[in-house]
């Protein structure tokens, strides 16, 4: 069984920058495709960034592409933010698709596992 757990989440500045990390227990990342999404109050949950099980395919929301960067090492996926804005005030999820997929979804349905998200708010 897969177990995703998030942290970094905090309060920051607009311009600012935070980080996310995701840890992933219970299977490694060269076998599991891992993504980033959010969501804001009274929105639906969004697609952010992906990063592959092989590593060499990454995709980002238009809205943060730029800005966001993911990565990972050994059993856990980053995301950095930079530039944050208002409007990237969210709660981030980490989800994990639990196989080796020759196409990579960026739609929630996709995703096998979830963490419980972190908080991330960029004041004004």
């Known amino acids: 069984q897969v177990h995703v757990e998030e942290s970094g989440g905090g309060l920051v500045q607009s311009g600012g920058s935070l980080r996310v990390s995701c840890e992933v227990s219970?299977?490694?990342?060269?076998?599991?495709?891992t993504g980033w999404f959010r969501q804001a109050p009274g929105k639906e949950r969004e697609f952010v960034a992906v990063?592959?099980?092989?590593?060499?395919y990454i995709r980002y929301a238009a809205s943060v592409k730029g800005r966001f960067t993911i990565s990972r090492d050994t059993n856990v996926v980053h995301l950095q933010m930079n530039s944050l804005r208002p409007e990237d005030t969210a709660v981030y999820y980490c989800?994990?698709?639990?196989?080796?997929?020759?196409?990579?979804?960026?739609?929630?349905?996709?995703?096998?596992?979830w963490g419980q998200g972190t908080q991330v708010t960029v004041s004004s």
């Open positions: 219970g299977h490694t990342l060269s076998s599991l495709t």
């Open positions: 990063i592959s099980w092989s590593g060499g």
């Open positions: 989800a994990a698709k639990g196989a080796r997929t020759s196409s990579i979804g960026q739609s929630d349905g996709w995703y096998d596992y």
